[in-house]
């Protein structure tokens, strides 16, 4: 019905009750996933098939989207499919079989419901009593997905037992990937060598060093913070404009992405400003390397200005923002992804030095630019961190 890469077979002609896609970025593994569920969808009736995510906006961002790429890539699969519920993320096929896409709350929710088969998607996001209860109402088979970041409880119970086939891959099993993207994953072996052995080989992993650990998932903006600012990031071709909205409140920092995206001309940013609901009133902080694009939005009428950079700038603004507990929106999908990966550098010895990895930054460094021009003055406090993750153990891959 579709093309198909060396994952799809992998997972299709599973036969253990458990299969387990670990996986570096862009491998593949969740399209491969999706592609063998839509399949098998189509083999028997009246199925159920759950695919379990952290929550909604993840499931929409990633598998959803995925999803909806193979359904229309496929003029096969779309006949085999009676409706989309866009309300419910239902599929219904002509066959009575669903596919549902669905996320829970707590272990308790986690009860509802029966199924036929299972797609755990990006797993270390869902804990091990969430699992267990949708596992143990699932009656052919389960599939998971993850980045290994790091030891997590499909390490801990599942990989090794009878029953559970482990699949490791990276974006080299991906045929249908740009060569430019690969050439960015693999462009990190120089510069840290742990994220590229995560994300370029899929091998289990500690990413240690992470800046941040101060931050924190919040479902919403609290309805009495204080706008302080907008941070903006340029880009354009290979680096994506970014852009979050900076609140206040009882000392800490509640930050919503608004935008990540390729492509955008300085008007287009200026759409895409006009469109997520900012007020040309309000500040927007951004990078004052871009003199050009600053000058052009400013005579559109925007209220912006350029981040006071100055020597060290970058750790000054970093310790800035470490001093405050930053509570990230539930749908600032891709802000969480830099949060995870955003490291100090290393020297020789593998030992931190005072200086963040230039990587995978693009909407933290917009949140940089309104610490420096916003957060100076501002009395703060740390108040709790994240838990710390756990050690590399070396793992081997699917042969390309």
């Known amino acids: 019905m579709f093309p198909a890469s060396i994952l799809f ?27 063998a569920l839509f399949c098998l969808a189509c083999q028997a009736e009246r199925q159920v098939i759950t695919i379990a995510g952290q ?56 009860k509802s419901g029966k199924r036929d088969y299972l797609f755990v998607n990006e797993a270390n996001g869902i ?26 409880w499909v390490h801990d119970y599942l990989i090794g037992q009878p029953g559970v086939q482990l699949i490791i891959s990276d974006h080299r099993h991906n045929p249908f990937l740009e060569q430019t993207q690969k050439d960015k994953i693999e462009a990190l072996k120089p510069v840290d060598y742990e994220l590229w052995k995560v994300y370029a080989r899929g091998l289990t992993g500690k990413i240690s060093g992470l800046v941040f650990n101060n931050w924190h998932v919040c479902d919403k903006i609290p309805e009495d913070a204080k706008l302080k600012a907008i941070g903006l990031d340029f880009g354009y071709t290979n680096d994506e404009t970014a852009c979050l909205q900076v609140f206040t409140q009882n000392g800490e920092l509640w930050v919503d992405e608004m935008f990540y995206l390729t492509g955008l001309t300085n008007s287009d940013v200026a759409k895409k400003l006009k469109e997520t609901g900012i007020k040309k009133t309000e500040d927007i902080v951004a990078d004052s390397s871009e003199p050009k694009a600053i000058e052009e939005l400013q005579r559109l009428g925007w209220s912006i200005q350029g981040a006071k950079k100055g020597p060290d700038s970058v750790v000054h603004s970093i310790d800035i923002l470490k001093r405050y507990t930053i509570n990230v929106t539930r749908r600032s999908i891709n802000l969480r992804k830099e949060l995870d990966r955003y490291v100090w550098k290393v020297d020789r010895s593998n030992k931190a030095i005072n200086q963040p990895v230039d990587a995978c930054n693009h909407l933290i460094d917009a949140l940089r630019y309104v610490a420096l021009n916003k957060l100076k003055t501002q009395k703060s406090k740390i108040v709790r961190s994240r838990l710390p993750q756990q050690q590399w153990q070396p793992v081997l891959n699917l042969p390309l």
């Not at 009593?129 to 997590?152: G, H």
Request: proline share 3%.
């Open 9 to 35: 077979k992998q997972n299709y002609n599973a036969t253990a009750h458990i299969v387990v896609n670990q996986g570096g970025s862009s491998s593949g593994k969740t399209y491969g996933i999706m592609q």
């Open 55 to 110: 929550d909604m906006p993840n499931l929409k961002a990633g598998v959803i989207r995925d999803a909806h790429n193979i359904y229309y890539s496929s003029s096969a699969l779309m006949m085999m499919i009676k409706t989309y519920n866009r309300t419910d993320s239902i599929f219904e096929f002509h066959n009575g079989t669903l596919i549902e896409f669905k996320s829970y709350s707590d272990a308790q929710d986690a």
């Open 127 to 152: 804990t091990w009593p969430i699992y267990t209860e949708l596992a143990l109402r699932t009656r052919k088979r389960i599939f998971i997905d993850y980045n290994p970041n790091y030891n997590f």
